[in-house]
């Protein structure tokens, strides 16, 4: 298993999920952790990451220079440069800065550039100010590009490398195959990381835990309540209830879906709560949407202990769906890249209350290791494809005050625009795909009759963790098409709009 040490890079993650598709399994660290921490955690090899640092400032995050003891070491961009100072290097801070493309020239032919000529170019992506001008003896230059004479350099003698640029983007089309040559041809490491072979490994550490008590699970209709449930099922089977709230905000049919996967299709035991009179009574007149939230976060947890406490006695543990990403110690200065969206998330999630002790079989994973594991479970694609679907529902949806009524035009046109999104074959390549049900009515009119009704937008993005998203070009058919169903199928609304903001400065969601 490969170490991580981060020391800010924004590409930090991107690293871990390379080495992970390589099939070996890896962790994110801070710079914090000591020698004895590190030695024993036992790592095949360790990658020091990037980071917004130079090594000469004052208070640079640092890393015990004991690790080139511990395990063959990579050091990329801010991680090359710490690795070369601790040799005796001299770093200063470049002519120019080289960011973006660029194209590095493969000097000399060693294990990590297996598969490159003496003398082959290939392009990758920089992002640097500080370069490596000197190299002590010890140290051999392996690459050079237009703005560093040591694009990458290995120690003569030992295992330890070092690269300026960045192999984990995608912008460094063979940074893959030199960061497997690392993994395996200088670390040994085995692609041995495969979804069977965490399941096994989870179901193994969920049965020790949990022994002969009961566990409870609030599913969402998510990816993640329902991959982890699934996981937790198949380690206890009939210790293990479900719980699903009908919130009275949930998209046409969804618990239906949600019955039929897990009742039928796995045997899970699942207790099925209609709450919605209790979320839009409580919901009555409220326009704001962060009062909007609080009231429908309020309302889950009480409906839920409610529910939990009549399973019975002796429920001694709740599953939760928490990521990897949410749980990453990180040395960036907002304390981890998902605060923006975890905050989000909780809003509408469960409380995670003492009197039980809590099973997260996901806080290892990434959300596409997420659903390759929940695939391998068997859950159908239907639901490990899911588009993000916020824990209020459609409550921040219906614009101002949230009515029955509204709530069954939106969801009207909400599935008939996903239905047709579908249809096209262009539901994976969005990252959400929503209506939105507008406080205003617009002047229409329909064969001799002026009408006067709702207006409802269409949003798409696409985004890789929704911190930031691009709205989703659909051919026009498609949006003619959907634009027309919505208007002659859904009673009472006359005009169909698409939303073309982009995230930044606009949200994905309009409330
Ligand atoms: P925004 O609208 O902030 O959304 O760009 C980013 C992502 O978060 C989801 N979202 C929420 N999820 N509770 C949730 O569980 C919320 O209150 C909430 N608000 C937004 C949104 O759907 C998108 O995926």
């Known amino acids: 298993r490969i170490l991580i040490i981060d020391f800010g890079s924004q590409y930090t993650q991107l690293i871990a999920r390379r080495v992970r598709e390589a099939r070996v399994y890896s962790e994110i660290h801070p710079p914090t952790r000591s020698l004895e921490w590190i030695r024993a955690w036992k790592p095949t090899g360790i990658i020091l ?68 000529g003496r003398g082959e170019k290939t392009p990758v992506w920089m992002s640097h100010g500080d370069q490596v001008t000197e190299l002590p003896n010890d140290l051999e230059v392996l690459a050079r590009s237009v703005g560093s004479p040591v694009a990458a350099f290995r120690h003569r003698d030992r295992p330890l ?51 002969t008590s009961r566990v409870i699970c609030g599913l969402s209709g998510g990816v993640d309540s329902a991959v982890a449930a699934a996981l937790v099922h198949r380690a206890i089977g009939d210790q293990l209830t479900c719980i699903f709230v009908d919130t009275g905000l949930l998209r046409l049919h969804e618990r239906d879906q949600v019955e039929r996967t897990f009742r039928r299709h796995l045997g899970i035991d699942l207790r099925v709560i209609d709450a919605s009179d209790r979320f839009l009574d409580a919901l009555d007149g409220v326009e704001d949407p962060e009062q909007k ?20 006695e002796d429920v001694k543990f709740l599953v939760q769906g928490t990521l990897y990403p949410d749980v990453i110690e990180s040395a960036s200065p907002t ?31 990434f959300k596409d290791e997420v659903r390759n594991v929940g695939r391998e479970l068997g859950l159908p694609e239907e639901m490990v494809g899911r588009h993000p679907f916020p824990g209020p529902g459609l409550a921040i949806r219906v614009l101002g005050a949230v009515t029955r009524d509204a709530l069954g035009v939106l969801r009207q046109a909400d ?18 795909a929503f209506a939105v049900l507008l406080p205003v009515r617009s002047v229409g009119v329909m064969g001799d009759y002026r009408t006067y009704e709702n ?47 982009s995230k930044p400065p606009a949200t994905i969601e309009w409330e």
């Open 335 to 365: 304390g981890g890249p998902s605060v923006t969206i975890k905050t989000h998330h909780n809003v509408g999630g469960l409380k995670p209350d003492m009197k039980f002790g809590l099973i997260e079989p996901l806080r290892e994973l």
């Open 455 to 501: 207006v409802v937008a269409l949003r798409a993005v696409t985004s890789t963790d929704g911190m930031t998203a691009d709205w989703f070009p659909f051919p026009h058919d498609v949006l003619a098409r959907v634009s027309n169903r919505i208007i002659n199928e859904v009673r009472g609304v006359n005009r169909v709009v698409y939303d073309v903001s």
């Open 415 to 432: 599935a008939i625009y996903l239905e047709e999104i579908h249809e096209a074959g262009l539901y994976d390549e969005i990252w959400q």
């Open 49 to 116: 990451s990037g980071g917004p640092n130079s090594v000469y400032d004052n208070g640079a995050p640092s890393t015990p220079s004991g690790i080139v003891d511990v395990a063959p070491v990579l050091g990329v961009c801010y991680g090359m440069n710490l690795l070369a100072q601790l040799h005796g290097a001299r770093i200063a801070p470049g002519t120019q800065r080289e960011y973006g493309r660029a194209e590095v020239e493969v000097l000399e032919s060693s294990s990590l550039f297996s598969g490159f």
């Open 161 to 211: 490398f070092g690269v300026q640029f960045h192999p984990e983007v995608a912008h460094s089309p063979r940074g893959g195959e030199i960061l497997a040559n690392f993994l395996f041809d200088v670390c040994g490491a085995k692609p041995d990381w495969t979804p069977g072979a965490f399941i096994d490994d989870e179901v193994a550490k969920i049965r020790a835990k949990v022994g």
């Open 293 to 312: 939230r609080k009231i429908i976060g309020h309302t889950f947890i009480d409906v839920f202990e409610d529910a939990s406490a009549s399973v019975g």
